[in-house]
């Protein structure tokens, strides 16, 4: 497993790290074959994992928190996220701060996710979305200074909302945010233009989320793939998603290396990228930690097939599925 260092916290974490989201909120997932897939993916050099109290209302922080017990003599980084108190996924331009993340919430979630974790200080605390029109009010930062100097949290970030890579950038010319989550992958590379050479300028560490396009760049979705009504993809995959997304799937299939299979090209593109840090994939089963981890072997993408990815690029707009 390859390691980079996690911009100005100095961490040197994995590449690939873990997205624990699939562990709450997604059908299909099965406790003990969850439980190994963490140990083997530690086993396999994982250190880095990003979980939020809104995954299971804290049952994926517990996991965390389950696996950290189990392995005291390693350091495993515990990223987690603050709940927008409204519970809207994401934020829109019209919430005020007040009812998004007030400083008393801030401070009650910050000690929820402690006490779920159980663990005296969170590594990494994120807003689970965000406003750039927040950025110069003082709520937020007097409570994540005083929680930062109560040794509670050791860094910062922001989760960026889906398909608003900019929605951040002047929060982060504050000085006060460490990190930023952002979908980022062959089809969202929106982020190249501007987010990522403010955080390369910054030093803040960057977290690709969502490098399967929540499914689509694994190839395995077709128009009449249909997922249980308790699962949250199928309030995402309604259908004018799901058709564009396999047909811009079925667009790339031409252009994956022989012997790579999507998904594997899905990953080596996003790693492919310096600013990347870490990407954070589900993996809850076995096969998937041994067929991600595998992908951290320090070898980059042929620079063909670097460049034939670009006109792969989807931009889109925030719709009111695309939470």
Same mark, same amino acid.
């Given at each position: 497993?390859?390691?980079?260092?996690?911009?100005?916290?100095?961490?040197?974490?994995?590449?690939?790290?873990?997205?624990?989201?699939?562990?709450?909120?997604?059908?299909?997932?099965?406790?003990?074959?969850?439980?190994?897939?963490?140990?083997?993916?530690?086993?396999?050099?994982?250190?880095?994992?990003?979980?939020?109290?809104?995954?299971?209302?804290? $049952?994926?922080? %517990?996991?965390?928190?389950?696996? &950290?017990?189990?392995?005291?003599?390693?350091?495993?980084?515990?990223?987690?996220?603050?709940?927008?108190?409204?519970?809207?996924?994401?934020? %829109?331009?019209?919430?005020?701060?007040?009812?998004?993340?007030?400083?008393?919430?801030?401070?009650?979630?910050?000690?929820?996710?402690?006490?779920? $974790?159980?663990?005296?200080? &969170?590594?990494?605390?994120?807003?689970?979305?965000?406003?750039?029109?927040?950025?110069?009010?003082?709520?937020?930062?007097?409570?994540?200074?005083?929680? /930062?100097?109560?040794?509670?949290?050791?860094?910062?970030?922001?989760?960026?909302? =889906?398909?608003?890579?900019?929605?951040?950038?002047?929060?982060?010319?504050?000085?006060?945010?460490?990190?930023?989550?952002? &979908?980022?992958?062959?089809?969202?590379?929106?982020?190249?233009? $501007?987010?990522?050479?403010?955080? %390369?300028?910054?030093?803040?560490?960057?977290?690709?989320?969502?490098?399967?396009?929540?499914? /689509?760049?694994?190839?395995?979705? /077709?128009?009449?793939?249909?997922?249980?009504?308790?699962?949250?993809?199928?309030?995402?995959?309604?259908?004018?998603?799901?058709?564009?997304?396999?047909?811009?799937?079925?667009? $790339?299939?031409?252009?994956?290396?022989?012997?790579?299979?999507?998904?594997?090209?899905?990953?080596?593109?996003?790693?492919?990228?310096?600013?990347?840090?870490?990407?954070?994939?589900?993996? =809850?089963?076995?096969?998937?930690?041994?067929?991600?981890?595998?992908?951290?072997?320090?070898?980059?993408?042929?620079?063909?097939?670097?460049?034939?990815?670009?006109?792969?690029?989807?931009? =889109?707009?925030?719709?009111?599925?695309?939470?």
């Amino acid at each position: 497993m390859q390691k980079r260092r996690f911009g100005r916290t100095g961490w040197e974490i994995s590449e690939v790290g873990y997205g624990m989201w699939g562990l709450a909120g997604w059908t299909g997932s099965d406790r003990k074959e969850t439980d190994d897939s963490l140990n083997l993916a530690v086993e396999s050099g994982v250190n880095f994992f990003d979980t939020a109290w809104g995954y299971g209302e804290g $049952l994926s922080e %517990r996991i965390l928190g389950e696996l &950290i017990k189990r392995y005291p003599d390693r350091k495993l980084y515990a990223a987690t996220k603050i709940p927008p108190k409204n519970r809207q996924w994401p934020s %829109r331009p019209e919430f005020a701060l007040k009812d998004v993340f007030p400083a008393d919430y801030i401070v009650e979630y910050t000690e929820k996710s402690l006490q779920n $974790l159980g663990t005296e200080q &969170i590594d990494l605390l994120q807003f689970h979305v965000w406003e750039d029109a927040w950025a110069e009010e003082d709520e937020w930062k007097e409570a994540i200074q005083k929680l /930062t100097k109560e040794g509670k949290v050791a860094a910062w970030g922001i989760s960026i909302n =889906r398909w608003e890579p900019n929605n951040a950038l002047k929060t982060l010319e504050t000085g006060l945010i460490d990190a930023v989550q952002v &979908i980022y992958n062959i089809f969202d590379q929106a982020p190249e233009d $501007l987010l990522f050479p403010l955080c %390369r300028k910054l030093d803040i560490g960057v977290i690709a989320r969502v490098p399967f396009d929540e499914g /689509t760049l694994t190839g395995t979705l /077709t128009k009449e793939t249909t997922f249980p009504a308790d699962d949250w993809r199928a309030t995402y995959f309604v259908p004018e998603n799901l058709n564009t997304s396999v047909d811009h799937a079925e667009a $790339l299939r031409p252009d994956i290396p022989a012997g790579m299979t999507m998904a594997e090209l899905a990953l080596r593109f996003i790693l492919n990228n310096p600013d990347v840090h870490t990407t954070i994939p589900g993996m =809850r089963r076995l096969a998937n930690v041994r067929a991600n981890v595998a992908v951290s072997d320090g070898v980059k993408l042929d620079a063909a097939v670097a460049e034939k990815m670009k006109a792969h690029r989807w931009d =889109r707009q925030p719709t009111k599925w695309s939470q």
